[in-house]
């Protein structure tokens, strides 16, 4: 008897949610439902050829890393169901997309004071929200705090006198802790006072609740179209962006590491490593100028 999709799915995110992170659970979820929609009615999703004809309908249209994150989230799902008996593993023997050292790196685009300036003009500061939203923008903008690591932290998690938050659980459920600067800190305290609910979680939403990741990242590109940028503003940029200034400011990779909550220093080195270079090749021709 054929196990229907739903019913699949409905195994393989509880299996997921007993060994990953939420974050990462949902991450796979969200791509096994895109493939399962384009599967429909007409293709069983468990075949071979199936699989192969969605992995180049993928590659014709997306990059290879995001094909390649596909192509994981697949490869999961099927492992899960050769073992719980729903079907044979379909990828096997597929190996994932070999991505090139400019493929792999994690370069975004990279913000500079004016576009700092931009968006906090773009929030109104006589209301809670537009203060929020300042403060939630100098937060990213002070510290690497990744999306899901923001939008969870808790007021408790603010250390007022050392000017330190810390990060309960971070990717891979690493603790760790970030700096605050004056003016975050100033942003942050400011909208505390004027929020119109005292709760635990430290970002309040519009209804009351906690502030999700893909709110944080709907509200960011509200206020790059209303401050009139053109480049692509989302919350992980932000992360590049301090990786980049900590190295202008002479930090070695081990204490980058070490503040962004990186298990590796591998891991860091990916962050904005073309900008890095083009400043290496500018600096390099300043010396032989000299």
């Not at 390649?68 to 697949?74: H, P, V």
């Not at 999700?212 to 709907?218: D, E, G, K, Q, W």
């Not at 940028?229 to 940029?237: E, F, I, N």
């Not at 591998?266 to 100028?289: D, I, N, S």
Request: hydrophobic share 40%.
């Amino acid at each position: 008897m054929t196990v229907l999709p739903a019913e699949a799915r409905q195994g393989f995110a509880l299996a997921l949610a007993a060994s990953l992170r939420p974050n990462t659970a949902r991450g796979y979820l969200e791509h096994l439902d895109v493939y399962v929609r384009w599967c429909g009615d007409d293709r069983c999703p468990y075949q071979r050829q199936v699989v192969l004809s969605y992995l180049a309908d993928v590659s014709a249209r997306c990059s290879r890393p995001t094909v390649a994150t596909y192509f994981k989230a697949l490869k999961a799902f099927f492992a899960f169901c050769e073992v719980e008996g729903i079907c044979d593993n379909p990828m096997r023997g597929l190996k994932p997309p070999r991505l090139s050292p400019d493929e792999a790196e994690r370069d975004a685009p990279l913000y500079d004071e004016e576009d700092k300036e931009a968006l906090l003009a773009a929030c109104p500061p006589w209301t809670w929200m537009g203060l929020r939203n300042r403060a939630l923008i100098l937060s990213l903008w002070h510290t690497p705090l990744r999306a899901s690591e923001l939008t969870g932290l808790l007021v408790t998690d603010i250390d007022w006198e050392g000017m330190e938050i810390t990060v309960r659980s971070g990717k891979g459920g690493v603790r760790y802790t970030v700096v605050m600067t004056i003016e975050m800190a100033e942003a942050i305290h400011r909208y505390l006072r004027h929020r119109p609910a005292d709760i635990a979680a430290l970002w309040l939403s519009e209804n009351g609740q906690m502030v999700t990741p893909r709110a944080l990242s709907l509200m960011l590109k509200r206020m790059a179209k209303r401050a009139g940028l053109s480049k692509s503003v989302y919350p992980h940029a932000f992360r590049h962006r301090w990786r980049i200034q900590c190295v202008i400011m002479g930090l070695t990779d081990v204490e980058i590491a070490s503040l962004m909550g990186q298990r590796t220093v591998r891991a860091t080195q990916g962050y904005g490593r073309k900008v890095l270079q083009a400043q290496a090749r500018a600096r390099y021709r300043e010396r032989l100028a000299g």
